[in-house]
């Protein structure tokens, strides 16, 4: 397996608080991506990383920031959440090109 | 229109079936296609790259049809084990190298002992 961990793996927060989720790989792979999966909609795209401090938005990134300010680390900030962020949010690796993309084991947020 | 669309299922299927899931995309442009699997709240999984001339991994075949713009998965002798959301990925972008995949709803498959 890919080496990928996200924490926290389970958050339980409130409307308004901020939150910082993270990913941390051991690859040393170039991009870096967040998803979140929610039913009927499969997975999107909410921010990537192609380099150290070199981030895009992808599909859904409204509400969201991220930073990568080293290789191995990218993090995920909801500034103030919102239930509609309720979701599980995965991580994602890869070298590029036709290198295939490897999935971390997700973190499930429940904004109440 | 999704940009790729796959029939939710769920597929029930016996022990020893043969059971084939198709997805379509609409962007002709696409140079890259994938089947992940995921288990029960876990992550995908990469199953299989698909080509044009179709490939084929033990009890999985895949197939690509750029005329048509869908994507097939094949599996023969279906185990329980096989149970699973198959989900069809594409993308879009390769020769841009960020690889932003696009990924399907997923198709569930229930094999029944």
């Known amino acids: 397996d890919a080496g990928i961990t996200q924490s926290p793996r389970h958050k339980v927060t409130e409307t308004g608080t901020p939150v910082t989720l993270r990913c941390h790989q051991t690859e040393n792979h170039r991009y870096m991506y967040w998803y979140r999966q929610d039913p009927g909609h499969g997975l999107r795209l909410i921010h990537y990383s192609y380099g150290v401090k070199d981030t895009d938005k992808g599909e859904v990134s409204d509400g969201y920031s991220v930073s990568r300010s080293k290789t191995e680390d990218f993090l995920l900030t909801l500034e103030s959440a919102t239930s509609s962020q309720t979701s599980v949010y995965f991580c994602?690796?890869?070298?590029?090109?036709?290198?295939?993309?490897?999935f971390g084991p997700g973190t499930r947020l429940t904004v109440t | 229109r999704k940009e790729v669309e796959q029939d939710p299922g769920p597929f029930n299927v016996p022990e020893g079936a043969t059971v084939a899931f198709n997805c379509t995309y609409s962007?002709?442009?696409?140079?890259?296609f994938f089947w992940y699997r995921q288990d029960c709240r876990k992550e995908p999984k990469l199953l299989m790259s698909v080509y044009s001339s179709g490939n084929e991994d033990g009890r999985f075949t895949a197939q690509l049809n750029r005329a048509s713009q869908y994507i097939s998965l094949l599996i023969r002798d279906s185990k329980l084990s096989d149970s699973a959301t198959y989900l069809c990925?594409?993308?879009?972008?390769?020769?841009?190298?960020?690889?932003?995949?696009?990924f399907g709803t997923g198709t569930l498959l229930a094999v029944q002992p």
């Open positions: 962007n002709s442009a696409s140079q890259s």
């Open positions: 990925v594409v993308n879009p972008n390769y020769g841009g190298a960020t690889n932003k995949l696009i």
């Open positions: 994602a690796i890869s070298s590029g090109g036709r290198g295939w993309v490897y």
